[in-house]
């Protein structure tokens, strides 16, 4: 039987890059987003322009979100963001655990279910990352180590997990202009969705992410099980990331 895909979805991921005049033209030109469109849309940007997205995209096909989320509701957490905040915001995405979050931030997988929890508890999706570093994935480790972070996520109560967004996002792959193998990522793709089927949630939806770029997005989305793209860099190139999005297939 072949597998109906969902909608695609292509979320851009600006990381720490923007300015008011930059973002202008980006958000002014993703306003142009319409039913041509093969995808949902949207960008998940610093917190400092969440107000600018939200003024340039309100209205538009294109939705936008933040790359964190505090678990925490409120109080005296310096430099913490809650979710009730992003949602005061318009966001309907939240970017969650993020290697560079886990990375340079010493997140644990707890902090990412929490997080989670954060985000549905405020109706947003959060958009969560896994995925194996250059070492683990050299010595054969990448299968155990995302099963592990799936693992963690299905600890949550399947009615918050269904609200989710997996995106699978190689480390070694990120911003190396050297994407995985499409085959590769099903590969993985494939066993995530079985681990998410295997505990009773069957219509995740599973983004890659890891260079991608006009040339090779076709291949990814021509993939059965990968329903969309996490996109950083080419997310800030206004006519490549319209180029990803307009892809059919
Ligand atoms: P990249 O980043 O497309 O620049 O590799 C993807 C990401 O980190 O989400």
Redesign the pocket.
């Known amino acids: 039987m072949i597998k109906k895909k969902s909608t695609r979805l292509i979320l851009g991921?600006w990381?720490m890059f923007g300015s008011f005049f930059d973002n202008a033209y980006l958000l002014n030109g993703l306003k142009s987003v319409d039913d041509s469109f093969y995808c949902d849309m949207g960008v998940c940007v610093p917190y400092p322009y969440l107000f600018q997205a939200s003024l340039f995209l309100q209205n538009s096909k294109c939705s936008w979100g933040a790359q964190d989320i505090s678990f925490r509701t409120s109080g005296p957490y310096t430099g913490e963001v809650s979710g009730a905040m992003l949602r005061e915001f318009g966001c309907k995405w939240v970017?969650v655990g993020?290697?560079?979050r886990r990375l340079f931030h010493g997140e644990t997988d707890l902090d990412v279910s929490k997080k989670i929890e954060a985000a549905v508890s405020n109706n947003i999706v959060p958009v969560v990352?896994v995925g194996e570093t250059l070492e683990q994935y050299e010595s054969n480790e990448s299968l155990q180590i995302i099963e592990k972070q799936v693992n963690s996520i299905l600890e949550l109560d399947s009615s918050i997990v269904s609200k989710a967004i997996v995106?699978y996002?190689p480390i070694w792959?990120?911003?190396?202009?050297c994407?995985a193998n499409p085959d590769y990522a099903q590969k993985i793709h494939s066993m995530i969705r079985e681990i998410f089927i295997g505990k009773g949630v069957n219509n995740i939806k599973i983004l890659y992410?890891?260079?991608?770029?006009p040339d090779n997005a076709f291949d990814f989305f021509a993939m059965p099980d990968i329903d969309g793209?996490?996109?950083?860099?080419?997310?800030l190139d206004l006519e490549d990331f319209l180029a990803i999005a307009s892809i059919k297939c």
């Open positions: 991921n990381k970017i993020h290697s560079e990352c995106s996002e792959a990120i911003g190396s202009g994407p992410g890891g260079s991608v770029k793209a996490l996109v950083g860099r080419s997310s």
